[in-house]
């Protein structure tokens, strides 16, 4: 019988053994578990020594009325197995191989999903493989010339590869363990299964990656990089993808290209697809010395090797006077800042961590959102849908030119930014191409630079020191999520403009982050298993 206990809590230094000490005085020594299985760990840092809080499975043959007897005091449950659901193969004809455009993460789970069952995807990445992705990203940081294919936002893996590697995923889809469990038997570490905030960094990421690329080779997919489809054409029985070198129909296309293939959109427009532009996110990076943020949350036990990094997740809501809301977004503890760059002329940033997270800084963004509204007059046309992009190259060149020209990050002493002048003399920050002084507020829409300045004073309230020297902020960060959203039917999960075209993950709108990515892209795979015969 299986026996689900909850909030089992335990001082961080001890070992887990503690928790089976518990759980064996609570059932009775008698009734030795025959298994203690993890479900979730979370860390508690509420009290004056944090504490990890567990959720775990229990094997035990025992009377079920007197298990219940024995955990009066605690929160339990008795789980039923969950039911495998296999999907059968539809019935309509496919004719040939489905074709997934763009190997990031929704693109990888899809072609995983399908090699899985025996339909040999066929893989088109514009960018390169991960082991020449880092060739490139080194080069760009050696020359400051822009690989337009080939960089941190383009290449196997996607924008995820050179990230935190976090894999933070909220409600109960049970294909988020899927997923997870498929992670960790590429390589991930095993503890992604059960932690609340699992990462697996951009370090080890990317040796994960090549064992997936390897498990869809050997089911039957197949790769091609240095793929790009420059043309969309739709069909009465399919869909055209045009490269360089040839032409590729299919019966079933997933579309998961990446929020930053800019001209996917175009070419997307220009077929005729159905598009809608949306709300977006933009801001700023800021950075601390990661023990500041540690002491904060950790507080007289902040130096103890066996506590995670520490992390932080902000909120302020809207203000008056046409003030927006603010939150921190994709939190990189002993991480460090990078340029997100795939257009020459134009400055983007997101974090990256490795697994260990020692780089001793902690930084964030800090964004605001962005309404269609707020960049209408950035539209060609009042029906054009992709009006977002235009209004992000503006303030992305804005920060590339304040920063020289060189993709030197524009940044700004917290205290200079709330007083609207330009930082002067050395900035210390992690940023691997050096940081230059400026006024973030000149490369900021209004409503953005004085909401976050607004926020500054709140987040100060929770972390202390948060908005005070040696804080950091540099600009900007614009490609948080898509601007532009493929229009798809909820329950074909196809476009109503085509029935053979299926828009996935980040770049379709759909997901915001790798997990959520790659159940999207898992959800369409099965919607066209079900659709077609092998």
């Known amino acids: 019988m299986k026996i689900r206990l909850h909030n089992l809590a335990i001082d961080f230094d001890r070992d887990f053994a503690g928790i089976r000490e518990r759980i064996a005085r609570l059932l009775d020594d008698k009734l030795v578990p025959d298994s203690v299985t993890i479900v979730r760990r979370s860390l508690d840092a509420r009290r004056s020594k944090p504490r990890f809080v567990y959720t775990v499975d229990v094997e035990v043959e025992a009377d079920r009325v007197y298990v219940e007897s024995r955990l009066k005091a605690i929160r339990h449950e008795f789980p039923e197995p969950t039911p495998e659901q296999e999907i059968a193969p539809g019935d309509e004809p496919l004719g040939g191989r489905p074709v997934i455009v763009g190997a990031g993460p929704a693109g990888l789970f899809a072609a995983l999903t399908l090699a899985a069952r025996g339909y040999e995807p066929l893989v088109l990445e514009r960018g390169q493989p991960v082991e020449r992705r880092i060739e490139d990203l080194n080069e ?194 002993g991480g460090r800042v990078i340029p997100a760059v795939s257009e020459a002329g134009g400055l983007c940033l997101n974090g990256m961590s490795e697994y260990k997270r020692d780089s001793g800084y902690a930084n964030s963004a800090l964004v605001v959102a962005v309404t269609p509204q707020d960049y209408a007059f950035a539209a060609r046309h009042p029906d054009d849908a992709l009006a977002g992009l235009a209004f992000q190259r503006i303030w992305e060149r804005a920060a590339f030119k304040a920063g020289g020209s060189d993709y030197t990050a524009p940044a700004q002493k917290v205290g200079d930014f709330l007083n609207r002048r330009e930082s002067e003399g050395r900035i210390e920050c992690s940023y691997p191409l050096g940081a230059r002084g400026a006024n973030l507020h000149e490369i900021l829409p209004e409503f953005v630079g004085d909401s976050i300045a607004a926020a500054l004073a709140v987040f100060e309230r929770k972390i202390g020191g948060f908005s005070k020297a040696p804080a950091v902020l540099l600009g900007v960060e614009t490609r948080v999520s898509s601007p532009v959203r493929i229009v798809r039917d909820p329950e074909s999960r196809t476009s109503p403009t085509s029935p053979h075209l299926y828009p996935v993950g980040e770049g379709a709108g759909y997901a915001g982050g790798i997990m959520s990515a790659a159940v999207d892209g898992v959800r369409s795979a099965e919607a066209i298993v079900a659709r077609y015969k092998k």
Not at 230 to 245: F, N, Q, S, Y
């Open 140 to 333: 760009f940081l050696k020359t400051r010339e822009v690989d337009a294919d080939s960089n941190v936002l383009y290449g196997e893996g996607g924008a995820g590869t050179f990230s935190d590697g976090k894999l933070y995923a909220g409600g109960k889809d049970p294909r988020i363990a899927v997923a997870l469990a498929a992670f960790v038997e590429c390589g991930a570490p095993a503890e992604i299964v059960y932690d609340a905030k699992p990462h697996i960094g951009t370090d080890r990421l990317r040796g994960v990656l090549i064992r997936m690329r390897e498990k869809i080779q050997a089911l039957g997919g197949e790769f091609r990089f240095g793929c790009r489809v420059g043309e969309i054409a739709l069909a009465p029985d399919g869909v055209v993808l045009k490269t360089a070198e040839k032409t590729i129909s299919t019966r079933a296309a997933i579309l998961a290209t990446g929020n930053s293939a800019r001209d996917t959109y175009v070419a997307l427009r220009d077929a005729g697809l159905a598009l809608e532009p949306k709300t977006f996110q933009m801001g700023l990076r800021i950075e601390h010395p990661q023990s500041l943020i540690a002491r904060s949350q950790y507080g007289a036990w902040h130096e103890h090797k066996d506590l995670p990094q520490a992390e932080y997740r902000l909120t302020c809501r809207a203000g008056a006077k046409g003030l927006r809301a603010v939150h921190s977004f994709c939190m990189c503890p």
